[in-house]
């Protein structure tokens, strides 16, 4: 297992991979990918279950993960590459034309590690529930993970998705929310008054942690704590990862404005040389 | 002619249901969901034997989509259920990327199709689904015509790895295919030969077709009548092959002329051979409420409106 400071080191690198990405094809979403990079750096290379070379969609005997909000693909693609799942140069070809790098997660692109597409948003928890409830039926011991936008618990989707995961008893399921607090036209409070996310998915019948996201230790005894409380009694858990939307890069840090602008090259230099490299640019 | 006999009338959704039980005990990775209407969609049958693989989805048809595509995921054949309006048209987006785009092998079962839904009226009647479904890459589109086909076809849509659009009905309807038949994807079924015009129908329209093939044949015309138990893939080779012989066509469906059978036989005919087509369908406008039967009739879907499209159409000849 990593160690903590491997792990920061990871992110690092995740993370400048993302503003590589993002700066080269012009477009992309740098504000969330660079929330949820300390949650899916530790997902990837400490948490899962999983064979990234020999990846195949059935899941089977492999932890799975979903990326539900598929905006946020330059993390997930750079965590994928990263732990082995394709060549890391093929990160740039990000949003080419004919890359398997889409804009948004796609299966048709044949990307290893992309179970389902995801992009319109609040999809992903139930295609992931349903995963979760499969390997209930074939007695597979494996958890399925799946990361949301808190803007995208607007959907109401999620909340059938909520419903139907606790009455169907989905105790193999982890989802996180990456609670940034931030959306595309503000503040997820300005927007549409998310409320008390904690409170209600409770109230929705699922067991509730709560973690600082960008604490390595926090965010991998959340993970812990998920699992203890699934074993304990069959609810699905949700992990709420308070984040701030563009970490790591000051002048991104806590705004909208990143959420789907592509810095220009000045900027870039300007976030890269906050970011070190740990594991050599791509 | 006359070869043709209704052992009795019965509703394809009672097919439905004959071919997902039979589907159940053949295959254990068969699983069934249903948004609340089990019993309308004569799924419980399936749900009774196999507890275990059905789940009920609740008045929440956006999840059941999204559940069924994670269960096709781990090697399931996941059938979701519910009237052909709240699993087409209300979850258009969620088929479109967790289904068709994502490739998942997910068979959506629609019953309570077209217009002979009947006293509910116009929100729960759908004239356009078949549309909607045949206008994503990757999803093959069914709507076969009598119990029989509908058992055959949920059987062979099972056997099928990729995303089945499925669609039946509610209301009793003469069951004349055979109770033995091989249902082959995307192979239209000729019915009867003929030479001077071709009705191509689908669904609960084919056994209209047939009546109104019997009753040309008195007025001394000959009528070929092909089965699209399949919209898509359509069987091109046969539709060709037939209107090369007949040079008139007539397209009968329970559904809106945009987005229906009969505009995708026109499209292959305008690029391939072009022949004047008649519509018996809806044109542009909302069904109602009343009796299966009456509405048919008040909207023209029956063999009396197809006879005189089949006139209509060789006279453009």
């Known amino acids: 297992m990593p160690t903590t400071q491997e792990l920061n080191n990871i992110a690092s690198q995740v993370r400048r991979d993302i503003i590589r990405m993002v700066t080269a094809a012009q477009s992309g979403h740098p504000g969330g990918s660079l929330s949820s990079t300390d949650i899916l750096t530790a997902l990837f290379f400490s948490e899962l279950n999983h064979s990234p070379q020999n990846w195949s969609r059935d899941g089977k005997g492999n932890d799975m993960f ?133 409170k209600k998915w409770k109230a929705f019948g699922w067991n509730v942690v709560v973690a600082d996201g960008h604490n390595m230790d926090e965010i991998l005894a959340a993970f812990k704590q998920a699992k203890e409380l699934g074993a304990k009694e069959e609810k699905p858990v949700m992990i709420l990862m308070k984040t701030n939307m563009g970490k790591g890069v000051d002048f991104m840090e806590g705004t909208c404005a990143w959420h789907g602008k592509a810095p220009k090259p000045q900027d870039a230099e300007k976030a890269l040389a906050q970011l070190q490299e740990t594991l050599g640019d791509y | 002619m006359g070869k043709f006999t209704n052992t009795g009338n019965k509703d394809t959704r009672s097919g439905f249901g004959a071919g997902l039980y039979e589907l159940g005990n053949q295959n254990e990775n068969v699983v069934a969901l249903c948004a609340d209407l089990t019993g309308s969609l004569k799924m419980d049958a399936f749900a009774k034997e196999h507890p275990d693989r059905f789940f009920q989805a609740g008045i929440a048809e956006a999840n059941m989509i999204g559940v069924g595509a994670g269960l096709a995921l781990n090697g399931k054949i996941p059938f979701v259920g519910s009237f052909a309006a709240f699993v087409t048209g209300r979850v258009y987006d969620q088929i479109r990327q967790s289904v068709a785009y994502s490739e998942t092998n997910v068979k959506i079962a629609a019953s309570h199709a077209g217009i002979t839904l009947g006293e509910d009226g116009a929100t729960h009647q759908i004239l356009e689904d078949l549309g909607l479904m045949k206008m994503l890459p990757n999803m093959v589109v069914i709507n076969p015509c009598d119990y029989n086909q509908t058992k055959a076809a949920t059987i062979a849509a099972g056997n099928y790895q990729g995303p089945v659009y499925l669609r039946f009905g509610r209301p009793g309807v003469p069951n004349f295919t055979p109770e033995d038949q091989e249902f082959v994807i995307g192979k239209a079924v000729n019915l009867i030969e003929g030479k001077d015009v071709t009705i191509f129908a689908t669904g609960h329209l084919v056994w209209e077709a047939i009546q109104a093939a019997e009753l040309l044949e008195q007025e001394g015309i000959s009528a070929e ?35 229906g059978m009969g505009e995708s036989i026109a499209s292959v005919l305008a690029a391939n051979a072009p022949a004047p087509v008649e519509f018996v369908a809806i044109n542009d406008k909302f069904g109602q409420s009343g009796t299966p039967a009456a509405l048919m009739k008040a909207y023209g879907l029956d063999a009396e409106h197809i006879v005189e499209a089949a006139k209509k159409a060789i006279s453009r000849k």
Not at chain 1, 126 to 151: C, T
Not at chain 1, 156 to 179: C, M, P, R, S, Y
């Open chain 1, 66 to 198: 979903f990326l539900s909000a598929g905006h946020i693909s330059p993390v997930f693609y750079s965590v994928l590459a990263r732990s082995g799942y394709f060549p890391v140069k093929e990160l740039a070809t990000f949003r080419e034309f004919g890359s398997r790098l889409q804009g948004h997660p796609s299966v048709e692109a044949g990307l290893p590690g992309v179970y389902a597409a995801s992009g319109s948003l609040g999809q992903g928890l139930s295609v992931a529930i349903g995963a979760a409830l499969a390997k209930k039926i074939e007695k597979d011991p494996n958890y399925v993970y799946v990361l949301m936008g808190d803007g995208e618990s607007e959907e109401g989707q999620v909340w059938e998705a909520a419903a139907f995961g606790a009455h169907n008893k989905a105790n193999n399921l982890i989802a996180i929310t990456d609670w940034n607090q931030q959306q595309i036209d503000g503040t997820t409070e300005e927007v549409f008054g998310l409320g008390d996310l904690e």
């Open chain 2, 225 to 259: 009548v092909i089965n699209i138990h399949t919209i898509k893939p359509l069987d091109v080779e046969a539709v060709l092959n037939s209107v090369a012989k007949t040079k008139a066509v007539v397209c009968a469906e329970e559904h809106f002329i945009a987005g």
